[in-house]
């Protein structure tokens, strides 16, 4: 039987893993209701200017200012803003089963995910998120976007760890199979116990219990 290689760090997405999704299109059709926006326009304009938001070369209010702001509107942009950083939620298992691995077999915690920089940045806040994770791959802050292989490169390369000791959990396909075609063993994330459960399999146990506030 093959032995396992001891895992030393781990890659983890936030959105769809630690959090909701942060501007996904439930979060996008529910705010739309709330201000009286026409969906549809709203969703053109979004998918032209979301992927540079993310790679960090538009500010949160220059896309702001180009998808909804682009005529005078009935609330202020400071009102949108709030209403769109309140679509995120957490998923508190995820968040103290990571913390759980984290301290029990002295991982490196690197996340890797997507995300505009003033949505990051209020959401590590937020959640608290630097009591788990040891650094950030965002792609606003590298100006690479997932599922450009370069960011998983550039997260190796600061991670500093053999890759056959890193595991990496996402939630979306294309996203794990460009990670394991560099070699980068990932868990698909479909729900909390099925990671735990894969998680094990490599040697990752946990202590289950309740939730750490998250809050």
């Not at 009286?36 to 993310?54: A, G, I, P, Q, S």
């Not at 202020?76 to 089963?97: D, G, K, V, W």
């Not at 759980?100 to 990051?120: D, F, I, M, T, Y």
């Not at 788990?132 to 550039?154: E, G, M, N, T």
Request: charged letters at 25%; hydrophobic letters at 40%; aromatic letters at 10%.
């Amino acid at each position: 039987m093959t032995k396992v290689p001891t895992i030393s760090c781990l890659f983890v997405d936030i959105g769809g893993v630690l959090l909701t999704n942060g501007w996904d299109r439930h979060a996008r059709k529910r705010t739309a209701a709330t201000f009286k926006l026409e969906l549809v326009e709203l969703e053109e304009r979004h998918h032209l200017n979301f992927d540079t938001y993310e790679q960090g070369k538009l500010t949160l209010k220059e896309y702001l200012d180009r998808v909804v702001f682009y005529k005078p509107r009935a609330f202020t942009p400071a009102q949108f803003q709030r209403a769109m950083f309140a679509r995120s939620e957490p998923y508190l298992e995820m968040i103290a089963l990571v913390g759980q691995l984290k301290v029990k077999h002295g991982l490196k915690v690197a996340v890797v995910s997507n995300e505009g920089r003033e949505l990051n940045s209020y959401r590590i806040s937020k959640f608290k998120l630097t009591r788990i994770v040891d650094f950030f791959i965002c792609s606003a802050l590298v100006h690479l976007r997932k599922p450009d292989a370069d960011i998983f490169r550039l997260a190796l390369d600061i991670a500093q760890t053999p890759v056959e000791k890193i595991v990496y959990i996402e939630n979306t396909p294309m996203f794990v199979q460009v990670a394991e075609s560099l070699g980068i063993r990932s868990i698909l994330h479909k729900d909390y116990e099925s990671t735990r459960t894969k998680l094990a399999a490599l040697g990752l146990c946990s202590d289950k219990g309740a939730p750490d506030d998250a809050q």
